[in-house]
């Protein structure tokens, strides 16, 4: 006979008497608590049961049998689904206990050798579990593979078991269409499955969540909920509509993210399981996420598919859309999907094409808007106002429709709208946190109101509530903010030097520009500096690539220049120091930029280059970013938000040499693109009007043309006339000048082993605030 592979959960070991007997019910008790937590089965210490050395050969059908003690098999009474669970409150065995009591075991002579006490098996829930959803294609593998011949099943190595699953449900596996490079940053590390069993997660006890979701907490190592969980998800369970505002990095994504899921769990159990056979859920998606930019709804992504990777629940098909992907493709993902989550571009021109699509959609539960200033402000609005006509498209049609059973499921009038930001328009805010009027300097301007936001969004409920958990601040807790001050020509220099500072920090620098970006991503590479490009014109491949290569942990020294397409919402770890190269359009461009580093709890720096023609723009921008931080401080601290950092000039001036030949070289390479797209464009433009077309004689009409950007051109002649070897000379130079030391005083030392305490400096212990928050105000 075939070797059969099969797992029993196990309370008792030793079978017998009635005082055993009556423990073991006790031991059950202690699971039923809100304590015991659930596990997956493959994160538990399974032992084999030895194959008994005597009296039991005829056992030999049993081999392959795995064990576990002290693990209680409980139904979920809000899921309706069985599960295992682990107590604090009583202790784990260690593997070498487990093994003195399989070999206990083994002379116990009433007690079959597979762990399974004839009398005292307190598990009584698989027959339940097999009667009830016996047929449902979804069930944990172990518990579908029990009792089946092992010809049939796919052996995993031992204590690996469905390791694919934990990255990634199967579903999700056969429907990504496209490496995610944000899935290493939400990966739990699986090495360490056993740690999961211990972390306690207790402090969601409040939140009335079920075991499952809490397994999957425990398995992100999320020991407690933030402030915006704690407030945002028993209000979405009790089915209100949330606008959400808390500070960059606080866990915004999980406060609708769990919800979410939640309520995945809660449908998907109560399938038939006719639609269980056919392998995929055959509701309508559960949410819609809509994100500002493909970044962000990729890592928003990411992070739900970590949440949603429970080995023994059913895992919601997550579809990304987003511009830069096949359309065709997107569709087809987009059918089978339980959560959607794109920018509002691509979504719309997605589902606008396909009535079945937006059929399914005007049928979510959740609308969630995350970011959402940005995307309601003017110039983004239209798509989403596009998206939410499509979803309420029904409304008046809704008596010709016929029933449909999914409507009862998620009704519209029973959708949810969640709106979620870590910055709110001034007026808005006041607003919506029902207070009259504003205290004035908040970041903000004038067009939004609570009556705009309500319209514009079809809220169902009258007044959505509005969550605010830190009205003081939108910025993060651990973030320290800085300026170094320098000429306006001079800020390639001052960020090599600061970078230079910074060894081995992963820094995100902010421009402006998409220009600037692809002028310093190659400046920096030329001294060595392993920068990567994001803007918006990068084709997606590339984008993910950048941000893939930014974030890898491997990456050393890893350095982003961005435009502001990267300044929301991206959760990359471990970024240390942002830069902003140009000083930000908008304060609650700052804000948001600044938020990239001190995310979830963590500390960080955000420095700002600031020239002499930027002085006024600061002042305004710390009046209104921290006017209600200053109007809470003491005198004496209000005046050092943000602290200036004096570079030591002595090493500023001696790589000044390499920073002039770097810029020469890139200046060369950029100027000569830029000159053979012009040529192009121009030789097409000429042909196509019959006319001769000279570039040299075009140059030179360009450089005698007088007025703005007179000089600019001149620049971009001379760089584009550099020959092939003169560049080569010119980069001969550089290596040389790379080769040097920077000697920097009395102790000789590389720059790089740390010059300057830029961290001692940011905690104020040196250097002075640029301007007064006070006179900065007066100023407004
Ligand atoms: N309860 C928690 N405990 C610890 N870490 C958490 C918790 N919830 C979320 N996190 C982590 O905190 C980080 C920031 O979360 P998230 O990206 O959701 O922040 P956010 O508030 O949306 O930020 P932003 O405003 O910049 O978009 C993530 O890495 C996330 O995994």
Redesign the pocket.
């Known amino acids: 006979m075939a070797p059969i592979v099969n797992k029993r959960a196990r309370l008792e070991v030793n079978s017998g008497s009635r005082k055993r007997r009556k423990h073991g019910q006790e031991v059950n008790k202690l699971f039923q608590k809100s304590s015991a937590r659930p596990v997956s089965l493959d994160s538990l210490p399974w032992q084999e049961v030895a194959f008994p050395e005597s009296g039991f050969e005829d056992a030999e059908g049993f081999f392959g049998l795995e064990e576990i003690s002290n693990v209680g098999v409980v139904k979920d009474p809000k899921l309706g689904k069985v599960e295992y669970r682990i107590s604090s409150d009583i202790p784990r065995s260690k593997p070498q206990e487990m093994s003195n009591q399989v070999a206990e075991l083994k002379h116990t002579k009433n007690t079959a050798p597979w762990g399974v006490a004839a009398e005292d098996d307190q598990w009584e829930g698989f027959e339940e579990f097999d009667e009830a959803e016996g047929k449902d294609a979804k069930r944990a593998p172990e518990m579908k593979n029990a009792g089946r011949d092992a010809r049939d099943i796919k052996l995993k190595p031992k204590g690996r078991q469905n390791k694919e699953c934990k990255d990634l449900s199967p579903k999700q596996a056969t429907s990504k269409a496209l490496v995610n490079p944000f899935d290493a940053?939400?990966k739990v590390n699986d090495d360490t499955d056993d740690a999961v069993g211990e972390i306690d997660v207790s402090a969601w006890d409040s939140l009335n969540l079920s075991s499952a979701t809490l397994s999957s907490?425990a398995r992100?190592?999320?020991?407690?909920?933030?402030s915006?969980?704690q407030a945002a998800i028993p209000a979405i369970l009790d089915g209100h509509e949330i606008i959400g505002k808390?500070?960059?990095?606080?866990?915004?994504?999980?406060?609708y993210?769990l919800p979410i899921y939640e309520h995945y769990l809660k449908t998907s159990f109560g399938q038939s399981s006719e639609e269980g056979k056919a392998g995929h859920r055959t509701l309508p998606p559960v949410a819609l996420i809509l994100s500002p930019t493909r970044e962000?709804a990729h890592?928003l992504s990411a992070?739900l598919t970590?949440l949603c990777s429970e080995p023994s629940s059913p895992a919601p098909t997550i579809a990304t859309v987003t511009g830069g992907l096949s359309v065709h493709k997107q569709q087809r993902i987009l059918a089978k999907a339980d959560i959607v989550i794109g920018t509002p571009g691509r979504l719309w021109e997605v589902i606008n094409g396909s009535a079945e699509l937006s059929k399914s959609l005007r049928s979510i539960k959740f609308l969630v808007v995350?970011?959402a200033d940005r995307l309601l402000s003017e110039g983004h609005f239209k798509e989403v106002e596009e998206i939410l006509r499509i979803l309420d498209r029904g409304d008046e049609t809704v008596e010709d429709e016929p029933e449909d059973d999914n409507k009862t499921l998620y009704g519209k009038q029973q959708r949810q709208t969640l709106v979620?930001?870590?910055t709110f328009h001034r007026d808005l805010q006041q607003k919506l946190a029902g207070k009259g009027k504003s205290i004035g300097g908040d970041l903000m301007g004038k067009r939004e109101s609570m009556e705009y936001l309500l319209k514009k969004l079809n809220f169902r409920e009258e007044k959505p509530q509005f969550i605010d958990v830190n009205p003081i601040s939108q910025m993060a807790l651990g973030l320290k903010e800085g300026i170094v001050e320098c000429a306006g020509t001079d800020k390639d220099l001052y960020l090599y030097s600061l970078l230079l500072h910074h060894p081995n920090t992963r820094t995100l620098i902010f421009t402006n520009s998409i220009s600037s970006v692809r002028r310093l991503t190659p400046f920096l590479q030329n001294l060595n500096l392993p920068a990567q490009a994001l803007h918006s014109q990068m084709p997606q491949k590339a984008r993910l690539r950048s941000v893939e290569r930014f974030s890898a942990p491997s990456s050393q020294n890893p350095i982003l220049i961005a435009t502001d397409v990267a300044a929301?919402?991206?959760?990359i770890?471990s970024v240390q120091l942002v830069i902003h190269y140009h000083l930000p359009r908008a304060a609650d461009t700052y804000v948001?930029r600044s938020?990239?580093t001190a995310?979830?709890?963590k500390s960080g720096s955000s420095i700002l280059l600031c020239a002499p023609e930027e002085v006024q723009g600061v002042r305004r921008l710390v009046a209104k970013v921290h006017a209600r931080n200053a109007s809470n401080s003491t005198e004496d601290s209000k005046n050092f938000f943000m602290r200036t950092i004096e570079l030591d000039r002595r090493v500023v001036s001696r790589v000044k040499p390499r920073v002039v030949l770097s810029k020469k070289i890139s200046d060369a390479a950029l100027a000569k693109e830029k000159r053979g797209h012009e040529d192009n464009w121009l030789k097409t433009a000429a042909e196509e009007l019959g006319v001769d077309y000279d570039s040299d004689e075009f140059a030179a009409g360009g450089e005698s043309r007088k007025g703005r950007g007179q000089g600019r051109r001149k620049k971009e002649n001379e760089a584009w006339g550099l020959t092939k070897a003169e560049v080569g000379a010119l980069r001969a130079e550089l290596r040389e000048e790379l080769g040097k030391r920077i000697n920097v005083g009395v102790s000789e030392r590389y720059l790089t082993a740390g010059g300057v305490d830029v961290d001692e400096l940011l905690r104020g212990e040196k250097g002075e605030f640029l301007g007064r928050v006070d006179d900065a105000m007066q100023n407004m």
């Open positions: 940053l939400t907490i992100l190592k999320f020991v407690k909920p933030t915006i969980q808390a500070p960059t990095g606080s866990g915004k994504t999980l406060a993210g962000l890592q992070h970590a995350d970011e979620f930001s870590a929301r919402g991206l959760d770890p948001h938020g990239r995310r979830a709890e």
